[in-house]
């Protein structure tokens, strides 16, 4: 059974930082992409950034581009999502997934990130 386990949220001020984490079990992690994506309330979830398989390919939303960097270890089965210079608009549930672009993805229950002004 895939599972895939997101930490590291918490509560901080406006230009501080946080690093999610992900990680997966159930899976021959290294032969997937993984994206997270992160859903405010009453907006729709977004993807804000992904990592191909090797950790060779990198993109990024426009909004936390030169302020978030995704990495990934496959030799622990876990993508890291390091964000810097955080704003309030980034406040919200963030998720990662494995096969979102397909009809069975698999998602995280999320972390909570919560940006004070």
């Known amino acids: 059974q895939v599972h895939l386990v997101e930490s590291g949220g918490g509560l901080v001020q406006a230009g501080g930082s946080l690093r999610l984490s992900c990680a997966a079990s159930?899976?021959?992690?290294?032969?997937?992409?993984v994206g997270w994506f992160r859903q405010a309330p009453g907006k729709e979830r977004e993807i804000v950034a992904s990592?191909?398989?090797?950790?060779?390919?990198?993109s990024y939303a426009d909004s936390v581009k030169g302020r978030f960097t995704i990495s990934r270890d496959n030799a622990k089965n876990t993508v890291n999502l390091q964000m810097n210079s955080l704003k309030p608009e980034d406040t919200a549930v963030y998720y990662c997934?494995?096969?979102?672009?397909?009809?069975?993805?698999?998602w995280g229950q999320g972390t909570q990130v919560t940006v004070s002004s």
């Open positions: 990592i191909n398989w090797s950790g060779a390919r990198t």
């Open positions: 159930g899976l021959t992690f290294s032969t997937y992409g």
């Open positions: 997934a494995i096969r979102y672009h397909t009809d069975n993805p698999y």
